[in-house]
């Protein structure tokens, strides 16, 4: 088994898959970020996840959806009500942060790298695009175990490939339970592929997502490796060794410790022991915990520039100078389900092809998994697959079927597939290429240094090894020479240190059967009775040798010995029994079956003249139709059985003349040319009707032969235009879907929003209307009737044509000034029941502040002038009062500023209203008031004592000179203070 997705491969002990690799033993802390992939019926999936996830998990959450390309997405507004983080659509090398989700935007791709989102626009054709798959891999390879990928509700099977690649560098996997999604095609074919780790609701997934984070920080997933932790997995990988055969001590600690602590975490067990006790217990969890160290997670052409350079520079050079048939034997170790397997054979063609030769090609593809090999052999592979070839080689090298691709039989029959363990079992030899990809990254440095001189034995010289580029050949620089540094590929170099390294490596190759103890079967008596006994040795006894075959020929039985009439043909094995037949009985045995076949005749003691032993031998040839249980199988039995009259080949005398056996030579050579005449003649009217019926035959199958070809090419055009199509209908379906839900939730928000409008509206005071660009009214509130006489038929109708309850009515001339110049209005209406209405004009915009309207506001401002008016005669009381007062008086506000003054106070100090009013009382004619006991009286006095009589002062009057004035004060309760200041003139003062 192999991880060829992505950097972090697995191989096995057997180069087969195996645990991480050494690049997923990074120890730094890191970001975990979430891929989740969903398809039709997403859109509800991901609010029900979004709701119950809290909003500071500390991880991101990298939202893939199939979205409609033509159309914009609202995807993200939808999300942000059902979630506190905050929602963004993707942007080209926006760097991911904890705590945010970030959604696909319609019409890219997207991977990541570096910690940042990288979108481009979509190669493939429509209907052939695995975004969620190319998202999911690039997470695989950029955070390793601190990757989680989800896969909910879809059709299809994208997701499932990228859940492969992140299963396979450490990360956590889980599906959304099948029968919960609305769609379940894509968490299905994640569940046929086996990578899904937990398969649960979406409702559960927060808290699974969490405790398992935490679980997995907890067991050290990420710490560095230490011989205490080798220590204490050592009785776990006891076990492991017991059941399954396969040693894991020599592959890398930290990885194994990682996923033994995935599976720990999956059985929510917190102690090593525990589950080592737990793992002796359950033998399916052993199985369980060997396949997860043995990954299967591969694709075609892993590495493109590394294949490029192989099949450009590498493969042609083998191929140099060879014979026409030359055979070429390769060996992919650790080929898990195939893919690299099936890319070696496909650029060999390829390659074949551009050269214009045709070689033999022999490709063992070897894994430890048998369930991988099952799976290769098939040669058959989901849909995602056309992400990682070209459109080119998909279409040449692979046939759709079932809605997934096959390898063509031409490319599967270039490979043999076999379970092997390359550290355990013998090699193959006389090789002239071993891609061992991926494999030994995985080992410790021990054990490297062990298999690469078995690669090197079984090279031949000059042959070449193809490794990963994070691979090399350790210590054994003497046995390779590098081709090609960057992409690690080196070619053999004749030299016998392979061999003595591998006599003391300790590497074991035995026997297929060495360990395996033959166990006795015991065969049990069973009771025969007298009859079956009896009829078996007549039947031996005196049933002449037969056969029974097919109408056809070909042989279904055989019944004494027929080995005088009947030998193997040479050549391909066939077991047709006229190709069987001797010399000298095809003929007649080949007419015998088509009378029997075609007439359903029987042919009886039909004789054959055969040379037997030296001499001639007269065989009876009986062919007789069998009944059958099935009619449409036909059944005919062949007998053969010897005529005594062997007739010796004729010999002349000893002494040149002729006696007895000369007589009887003669004799016997002229009953044989009588036979030879009646048998040519028979042969050659067997043979004339044979060629006749094979002119007719012939000339029948060229046309259903030319029809068939017509009819193939006219059935291969329409599949394919009929596969594109599907796949074309399917991608905009899921879109279609995914865009329906979209907009269903958006008509539950404006319907949310319209009711919230409605009751604005409805409890609104005042009345509105709205009216479009050409015053037709759209809308208007209840209160609007008492100014128009409006009903629910008026929508749509001119303001013009409703009559108003409005005297001296120019409303619609404000509201054409409105759309005319943008510019809000005012101005106040009366009813003709003498109500007051003030009218607010203003601009109706769109969304995009476009002018489409006007909208009227009516305030009812009755109450209001009502208020105003009795204000204003309650001023003009009061001012009259004050005026009526003899003695000079002030009205001061709460900052000693004159409100208003009596006439008396302005005759008596000759000033005005414009000199007084509004201005401060110390500052009033020649600041004859800024006095020092006026305002002790009124800034501390008064505010203490509230009233104020008879305080007297001296102040000097204009015109008059000092004089001594008497003060009384009085503060007015209320909201504002105001002070009354009467003032008296003291006689004589």
């Keep these: 088994m192999t991880d060829k997705t992505n950097s972090e491969q697995?191989?096995?002990?057997?180069?087969?898959?195996?645990?991480?690799?050494?690049?997923?033993?990074?120890?730094?802390?890191?970001?975990?970020?979430?891929?989740?992939?969903?398809?039709?019926?997403?859109?509800?999936?991901?609010?029900?996840?979004?709701?119950?996830?809290?909003?500071?998990?500390?991880?991101?959450?990298?939202?893939?959806?199939?979205?409609?390309?033509?159309?914009?997405?609202?995807?993200?507004?939808?999300?942000?009500?059902?979630?506190?983080?905050?929602?963004?659509?993707?942007?080209?090398?926006?760097?991911?942060?904890?705590?945010?989700?970030?959604?696909?935007?319609?019409?890219?791709?997207?991977?990541?790298?570096?910690?940042?989102?990288?979108?481009?626009?979509?190669?493939?054709?429509?209907?052939?695009?695995?975004?969620?798959?190319?998202?999911?891999?690039?997470?695989?390879?950029?955070?390793?175990?601190?990757?989680?990928?989800?896969?909910?509700?879809?059709?299809?099977?994208?997701?499932?490939?990228?859940?492969?690649?992140?299963?396979?560098?450490?990360?956590?996997?889980?599906?959304?339970?099948?029968?919960?999604?609305?769609?379940?095609?894509?968490?299905?074919?994640?569940?046929?592929?086996?990578?899904?780790?937990?398969?649960?609701?979406?409702?559960?997934?927060?808290?699974?997502?969490?405790?398992?984070?935490?679980?997995?920080?907890?067991?050290?997933?990420?710490?560095?490796?230490?011989?205490?932790?080798?220590?204490?997995?050592?009785?776990?990988?006891?076990?492991?060794?017991?059941?399954?055969?396969?040693?894991?001590?020599?592959?890398?600690?930290?990885?194994?410790?990682?996923?033994?602590?995935?599976?720990?975490?999956?059985?929510?067990?917190?102690?090593?022991?525990?589950?080592?006790?737990?793992?002796?217990?359950?033998?399916?969890?052993?199985?369980?915990?060997?396949?997860?160290?043995?990954?299967?997670?591969?694709?075609?052409?892993?590495?493109?520039?590394?294949?490029?350079?192989?099949?450009?520079?590498?493969?042609?050079?083998?191929?140099?100078?060879?014979?026409?048939?030359?055979?070429?034997?390769?060996?992919?170790?650790?080929?898990?389900?195939?893919?690299?397997?099936?890319?070696?054979?496909?650029?060999?063609?390829?390659?074949?092809?551009?050269?214009?030769?045709?070689?033999?090609?022999?490709?063992?593809?070897?894994?430890?998994?048998?369930?991988?090999?099952?799976?290769?052999?098939?040669?058959?592979?989901?849909?995602?697959?056309?992400?990682?070839?070209?459109?080119?080689?998909?279409?040449?090298?692979?046939?759709?079927?079932?809605?997934?691709?096959?390898?063509?039989?031409?490319?599967?029959?270039?490979?043999?597939?076999?379970?092997?363990?390359?550290?355990?079992?013998?090699?193959?030899?006389?090789?002239?290429?071993?891609?061992?990809?991926?494999?030994?990254?995985?080992?410790?440095?021990?054990?490297?240094?062990?298999?690469?001189?078995?690669?090197?034995?079984?090279?031949?010289?000059?042959?070449?090894?193809f490794l990963s580029p994070a691979e090399t050949i350790a210590d054994h620089a003497e046995l390779f020479q590098p081709l090609n540094h960057k992409w690690k590929i080196y070619r053999s170099i004749a030299s016998a240190a392979s061999t003595r390294a591998l006599m003391v490596s300790g590497l074991a190759w035995p026997r297929a059967n060495a360990d395996r103890n033959c166990e006795a079967m015991p065969i049990a008596a069973t009771a025969t009775n007298i009859e079956q006994i009896a009829r078996r040795a007549l039947l031996n006894a005196f049933a002449p040798p037969s056969v029974v075959t097919d109408g056809t020929g070909n042989i279904l039985f055989v019944h004494g010995e027929t080995g005088r009439y009947l030998l193997p043909a040479p050549g391909e094995g066939t077991l047709n029994v006229v190709d069987m037949a001797v010399d000298g009985l095809q003929l007649e045995l080949r007419a015998a079956l088509l009378h029997a076949a075609e007439k359903g005749a029987q042919t009886s003691a039909r004789e054959v003249l055969l040379r037997v032993d030296g001499g001639f031998q007269t065989v009876a040839l009986s062919v007789r139709p069998l009944p059958s249980p099935d009619s449409n199988r036909q059944r005919l039995l062949v007998s053969f059985q010897d005529v005594d009259r062997a007739l010796p080949l004729a010999t002349p005398a000893v002494d040149g003349t002729t006696g007895e056996t000369g007589e009887v030579g003669e004799a016997g050579a002229a009953q044989r040319v009588v036979e030879l005449e009646r048998d040519l003649a028979d042969t050659w009217e067997s043979l004339q009707s044979t060629i006749e019926k094979q002119q007719i035959s012939n000339e029948e199958l060229m046309s259903t032969n030319e029809e068939l070809q017509s009819t193939n090419e006219e059935l291969q055009s329409t599949v394919e235009e009929l596969e594109t199509s599907k796949e074309e209908l399917q991608s905009v379906n899921e879109e279609l879907v995914t865009l329906n839900a979209e907009l269903q939730t958006n008509i539950d928000q404006l319907g949310d929003t319209q009711d919230d409008l409605r009751n604005l509206l409805d409890n609104v005071s005042g009345g509105i209307i709205f009216l479009d660009a050409q015053l037709l009214v759209r809308r208007f509130t209840p209160a609007a009737a008492d100014l128009y006489r409006l009903i629910g038929s008026d929508i749509g109708r001119p303001l013009a044509d409703i009559r108003a309850n409005i005297v001296d009515d120019d409303l619609l001339a404000d509201a054409r000034a409105v759309l005319d110049t943008g510019q809000a209005r005012e101005r106040e209406l009366r009813t003709r029941s003498g109500l007051c209405y003030q009218a607010r004009l203003k601009q109706y915009r769109r969304l995009d502040d476009q002018l489409d309207g006007v909208v009227i506001t009516f305030t009812d401002i009755s109450a209001l002038l009502a208020a105003q008016s009795a204000s204003e005669a309650a001023r003009r009381f009061a001012e009259s009062i004050v005026d009526a007062v003899r003695e000079p008086l002030l009205v001061l506000d709460g900052h000693l500023q004159v409100i208003s003054a009596s006439r008396s106070f302005y005759q008596r100090f000759q000033v005005s209203p414009e000199e007084t009013v509004g201005r401060q009382l110390y500052d009033l004619g020649n600041r004859q008031w800024d006095i020092v006991a006026l305002r002790e009286l009124l800034e501390s006095i008064l505010p203490r004592d509230q009233t104020v009589d008879g305080f007297a002062v001296d102040c000097e009057l204009p015109n008059v000179g000092r004089r001594k004035m008497m003060l009384n004060a009085r503060r007015m309760a209320g909201e504002s203070a105001l002070i009354l200041l009467a003032m008296e003139e003291v006689p004589g003062g």
């Design 10 to 465: 697995r191989k096995s002990e057997t180069g087969a898959a195996v645990p991480l690799p050494a690049a997923e033993e990074n120890t730094s802390p890191a970001l975990t970020i979430v891929g989740i992939g969903a398809s039709a019926g997403g859109l509800e999936a991901f609010e029900i996840f979004l709701r119950h996830l809290p909003p500071d998990t500390g991880m991101a959450f990298v939202l893939v959806p199939h979205l409609d390309p033509g159309h914009e997405s609202i995807l993200g507004e939808i999300l942000q009500h059902s979630t506190a983080m905050p929602v963004r659509e993707a942007e080209d090398q926006l760097s991911v942060v904890a705590n945010t989700v970030y959604v696909i935007p319609p019409n890219r791709e997207m991977t990541l790298r570096d910690g940042k989102l990288q979108l481009s626009l979509p190669e493939l054709p429509r209907g052939r695009r695995m975004p969620i798959d190319s998202f999911l891999r690039s997470l695989a390879e950029a955070c390793k175990h601190n990757a989680v990928g989800i896969v909910l509700s879809g059709t299809g099977s994208d997701g499932t490939l990228g859940l492969r690649a992140i299963h396979g560098a450490g990360g956590i996997t889980l599906v959304q339970e099948p029968a919960s999604a609305k769609y379940s095609g894509m968490p299905e074919s994640a569940l046929r592929s086996g990578y899904a780790g937990h398969v649960v609701t979406v409702e559960d997934m927060p808290t699974l997502l969490l405790a398992g984070t935490h679980a997995l920080a907890e067991h050290g997933v990420a710490a560095a490796p230490t011989a205490a932790g080798a220590a204490d997995h050592s009785e776990v990988l006891r076990v492991l060794r017991n059941a399954t055969g396969h040693d894991f001590s020599l592959y890398k600690k930290g990885t194994i410790g990682r996923r033994i602590a995935r599976r720990m975490v999956q059985h929510a067990l917190r102690d090593i022991d525990a589950y080592g006790a737990y793992l002796a217990a359950h033998p399916a969890e052993v199985q369980a915990l060997f396949r997860d160290l043995l990954i299967n997670v591969t694709s075609f052409f892993r590495d493109p520039e590394a294949f490029a350079a192989l099949g450009n520079e590498i493969v042609p050079k083998l191929l140099a100078g060879k014979p026409d048939d030359y055979v070429f034997r390769v060996w992919i170790a650790g080929c898990s389900t195939g893919e690299e397997a099936y890319s070696v054979a496909i650029l060999l063609r390829e390659v074949m092809d551009r050269l214009q030769q045709t070689f033999r090609v022999q490709i063992y593809s070897t894994d430890l998994d048998q369930e991988a090999i099952t799976v290769a052999r098939s040669g058959f592979y989901p849909p995602n697959i056309a992400a990682d070839l070209s459109p080119e080689r998909l279409q040449r090298f692979f046939v759709r079927e079932d809605a997934a691709y096959r390898v063509r039989k031409e490319i599967r029959e270039m490979l043999v597939f076999a379970v092997q363990n390359v550290i355990k079992d013998p090699p193959f030899t006389r090789l002239d290429l071993i891609c061992c990809r991926n494999v030994m990254i995985y080992l410790e440095p021990e054990l490297q240094n062990r298999l690469v001189p078995t690669l090197h034995y079984a090279l031949k010289p000059g042959g070449v090894l």
